[in-house]
């Protein structure tokens, strides 16, 4: 039981998934996948380890993300934060054998990124398996199948993701503000909405779109995007949002 899920740390040592994202030489790299603990914003920390490795000038540069994933809540509705953005696709399909969401929900995307990239392997059905048998499948596909920019697209093609609106400017911030709100909604958040190349939109504007969704969300799922965010400010900024 709970051999390759989230209740244990792991090590993604093959050359897939994140693993083998913008790889430009032969350098190994062994990248960790932490362990989920309930807790609180408070509770959320930085770690120590490689969990994804960006590409400066042609240089290959390890980035850590957190200590641990945090299992918690906004309010009364069940929040998951963790570092690569990837991960959310696990957490969405948790949600959905313990009955949080529906199948064909819709997706509020907040990102600097679409996140939409083409990914042709395709999600295992469910079938007559138990939940617990299900997801360890679900995690297997999402550290080895996908990567931070091509999760999204199975969950599109399984049926469990319908609409998808995408926040990614001031622009689609203006929109959004005005929209209905969906009958259910995931909301899918990217600390890298506030890296330093989205710095002219207004931080209480940003800040006021997230809590906006946030609080009619059946699910929250939060990605500290350690490839594109500085980690301790990705999490002062979760903490002034959620927690504050």
């Known amino acids: 039981m709970w051999r390759l899920s989230y209740h244990k740390e792991h090590w993604l040592t093959e050359y897939t998934g ?64 963790h570092d690569n953005h990837n991960h959310a696709l696990y957490f969405w399909y948790e949600a959905l054998i313990n009955g949080i969401i529906k199948m064909g929900t819709t997706l509020i995307h907040i990102d600097e990124h679409s996140d939409l990239w083409e990914n042709k392997n395709i999600l295992p059905e469910r079938g007559e398996k138990s939940g617990d048998i299900y997801l360890e499948n679900i995690w297997q596909f999402t550290n080895y199948a996908c990567n931070v920019g091509n999760y999204i697209v199975p969950a ?8 998808i609106v995408r926040i990614e400017g001031e622009y689609d911030i203006d929109e ?13 958040l990217d600390m890298d909405f506030f890296s330093e190349e989205l710095d002219y939109i207004d931080y209480e504007k940003k800040k006021a779109c997230i809590t906006h969704f946030a609080k009619h969300a059946r699910l929250i799922t939060i990605a500290t995007s350690p490839g594109f965010m500085d980690q301790a400010k990705a999490i002062r900024i979760m903490r002034d949002i959620f927690y504050s």
């Open 176 to 188: 959004a503000l005005w929209m209905k709100y969906p009958t259910e909604y995931i909301l899918n």
């Open 156 to 163: 599109q093609n399984a049926g469990l993701i319908d609409t």
């Open 18 to 81: 994140n693993n083998a994202l913008y790889r430009h030489s032969d350098i190994f790299h062994s990248l960790f996948i932490p362990r989920i603990v309930d807790g609180t914003f408070e509770d959320v920390e930085e770690g120590n380890t490689p969990v994804f490795v960006e590409v400066i000038w042609e240089k290959e540069v390890p980035r850590s993300g957190l200590k641990c994933f945090i299992r918690t809540y906004y309010n009364t509705i069940p929040c998951i934060i």
